[in-house]
């Protein structure tokens, strides 16, 4: 049973001096199962994930991934454990090309030679022509920088850059807050692949209709603290019933304290 | 723009289509002052027709470019652009150094303490600062020593700036005050003379293109560094966007380290040319060097607010630096001008720049 947990956080709590953004959340994330974490404007749902991916170090409380328990230092510490992120804020250098943000801070090299190790450039643009061909993303030059794309082609290359490479684990942060109604689909379908070739996905959004259809689950975070855990493949819940649970008419009995 | 940068539906990829490079508009600019000052040749009455860079008078030298004006216009800002290939790394970095005019002053003194003569026409070397043990050393050990003194410069302002978050301005400021003071501490402020003569041909020797052959030489190994290497990538992504560059797992205080001592070394670089070329260190060398080396960066497309530009607009920057001196001093307009047309151009530049920028932002 337990080897069948990819993530899971006990207690995890992160206070910004006064602000208690994530109060107590206790996660699991099976392998294989897509999960939905919603809730309001500033409910703690990017908290969550910052003490996830070593973005920011938590006040209290434990993250056991694939069996052990972590302690990321860093995003890049996450990454090498598997967990590949979308951040909200994206975090693209706006100056630099698709296959430069792709494998920005994993540089393919020709020559190992420290700092000054020769860029394998070739093979960067191979593999993100392969990402973006294997993601439907498509964006017209991929040797334009990123400043000049549009909000939704950023948050394209954002994705394409989690699905370049193999993970045990994905987080997108509201990755179709910015896109129109083809790019929404187009994520969706990223994200369809993932269920098929078996990767567990938190995704955090704020369209029903999109978790809906796309996930197994939904976790709904209130005020810093998790106020209801939602099988919806299994149990007939409807949209305004996690509305509900959002705004705070509903919560479930066993996350009673979170009121 | 065109219809394809909306493209979602059906378009296809193009991995080989680029943008148009900024280093073309700097190019540009170049040839457009070129012109204005041939015009100026030709229509100032009291200019009897001269030309900037044209020698017609073929039977001269054989060459239809006037080769003594070429090579003062490169020579001149040779030295300067040794010290503006290390801004550039450091502008792109998004930060800024003001030290390496008062590095270079101190490495000058330094590395000229130990590039000393023993006899000067047969008499003892008078200004000589050290025993006779240390007279007549082989070149490599003032080289040595150039590089050492700048690497310790630049390490310093990198640690400040990496691991005391002071702003890089303030980091570099205080080095810059200090340095001077350690260039004037070192020979109690006499200037120091006579060098070997391996020593002074660094700056001198190839019938005095030495600095240009130097300049250029390392512009084009850092052009290759800042474009072909991870060094290179992320001091653009740093400069671009710091917060995504940390989050991509770029050792950023780490990487601007190593920035700031690059720095450092090529204004001890700089500092050895200069100082063989003049056959002399004095405390005061390279006073604003920092400043003409900024303006060069700016004026060759380098963002000051960090992640654009490149050792191609920097030395394209140096050239039109070069050229706007050689013309004052071609049409006989007094230094002055020279001065404030410099500054003009300068704020120009940096008008340019956040105007440019303002558009990509606008766009986003
Ligand atoms: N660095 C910080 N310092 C102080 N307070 C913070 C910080 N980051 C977040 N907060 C606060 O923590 C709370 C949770 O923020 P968080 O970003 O997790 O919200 P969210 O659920 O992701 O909201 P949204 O749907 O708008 O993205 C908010 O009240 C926010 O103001
Ligand atoms: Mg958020």
Known sequence: MTNDIILETRNLTKHYGGVHALQGANFTLRKGEHVAIMGDNGAGKSTFVRQITGVEQRTRGDVIFDGKPVFFENPMDARNAGIETVFQTLALADQLDVPDNLFLGRELVKFKFGPFSILDYKAMRERTMGALEKTGVKIPNIRGTIERMSGGQRQCVAIARTATFHSKLTIMDEPTAALGVQETAQVENIIRTLKEAGEPLILISHNMRQVMDLCDRIVVFRRGRICANLDIKNNDITGEDVVAYITGAKTQPEYADAA | ?364
């Open chain 2, 1 to 364: 723009m065109s219809e394809t940068s909306h493209g979602i539906g059906g378009l296809s990829f193009d991995a080989k289509k680029r943008a148009w490079p900024n280093e073309m508009n700097v190019f540009i600019a170049l040839i457009a002052i070129i012109v204005i000052f041939e015009i100026l040749g030709q229509v100032l009455p009291y200019m009897k027709g001269q030309s900037l860079l044209f020698d017609f008078n073929t039977n001269r030298d054989g060459t239809i470019l006037n080769m003594v004006r070429l090579k003062i216009i490169i020579l001149q800002v040779s030295i300067i652009g040794i010290i503006a290939i290390g801004s550039t790394q450091v502008i792109i970095s998004g930060g800024i150094d003001l030290s390496p005019g008062s590095i270079v002053g101190l490495t000058a003194m330094v590395a000229m303490s130990f590039a000393q003569t023993a006899l000067v026409n047969g008499n003892p070397n008078p200004k000589a600062i050290f025993g006779e043990a240390w007279m007549d050393l082989p070149v490599i050990v003032p080289i040595v020593v150039a590089i050492a003194v700048g690497t310790f410069a630049g390490l310093v302002n990198g640690l400040l700036v990496a691991y005391t978050r002071i702003p890089p301005f303030i980091a570099t400021l205080g080095m810059m005050v200090a340095a001077r003071g350690a260039a004037k501490w070192w020979s109690k402020g006499q200037p120091i003379s006579f060098p070997t003569e391996p020593f002074g041909a660094i700056g001198n020797g190839m019938s005095g293109w030495s600095p240009v052959v130097i300049f250029i030489g390392l512009a084009i190994l850092f052009h290759f560094i800042l474009k072909y290497t991870v060094y290179g990538k992320h001091t653009y992504a740093i400069g671009s966007n710091e917060d995504a560059a940390r989050m991509s797992g770029i050792k950023v205080d780490r990487h601007k380290v190593l920035v700031y001592t690059i720095a450092g070394i090529l204004a001890g670089l700089s500092a050895l040319v200069l100082a063989s070329k003049n056959l002399t260190a004095q405390a005061g060398m390279g006073v604003m060097y920092e400043l003409d080396a900024i303006a060069m960066t700016v004026i060759g497309g380098v963002s000051l607010a960090g992640g654009r530009g490149s050792i191609v607009g920097t030395v394209l920057g140096a050239l039109i630096f070069g050229v706007i001196i050689s013309g004052f001093t071609y049409l006989r307009l007094d230094a002055y001008y020279q001065e404030m047309v410099k500054g003009i151009i300068i704020v120009a530049a940096v008008v340019l720049d956040q105007w440019r920028r303002q558009r990509a932002a606008a766009r986003a």
